[in-house]
Nanobody, 119 residues
């Protein structure tokens, strides 16, 4: 089992920045690909981005590319989502998730943290 706990959400004005953290406990953190997802009210959950086991490879959705950055610190069992130039459309609950392989489903999920961007 892997337990994931997100933090760092809040209210920010458009154009501002936030950094989300996701702390993992349980099994070896570096064995997992980590993803960030978000879900806005009445919308489907969408993948924001993901990072490989070592952090050497990342993927971002087009909607956040160039504004958001995912990083990880395997020594601290933590993955981060740095969000810059935030837009009201980024308002959502943000979740981190973990999976073992690229083609696998995400097995473990955090409880989510709310991000609200005011215009």
């Amino acid at each position: 089992q892997v337990q994931l706990v997100e933090s760092g959400g809040g209210l920010v004005q458009a154009g501002g920045s936030l950094r989300l953290s996701c702390a993992a406990s349980g099994r070896t953190f570096s064995n997992y690909i980590m993803g960030w997802f978000r879900q806005a009210p009445e919308k489907e959950r969408e993948l924001v981005g993901r990072i490989s086991w070592s952090g050497s490879s990342t993927y971002y959705a087009d909607s956040v590319k160039g504004r958001f950055t995912i990083s990880r610190d395997n020594a601290k069992n933590t993955v981060y989502l740095q969000m810059n130039s935030l837009e009201p459309e980024d308002t959502a609950v943000y979740y981190c998730a973990a999976k073992v392989g690229w083609s696998a489903e995400y097995d473990y999920w955090g409880q989510g943290t709310q991000v609200t961007v005011s215009s």
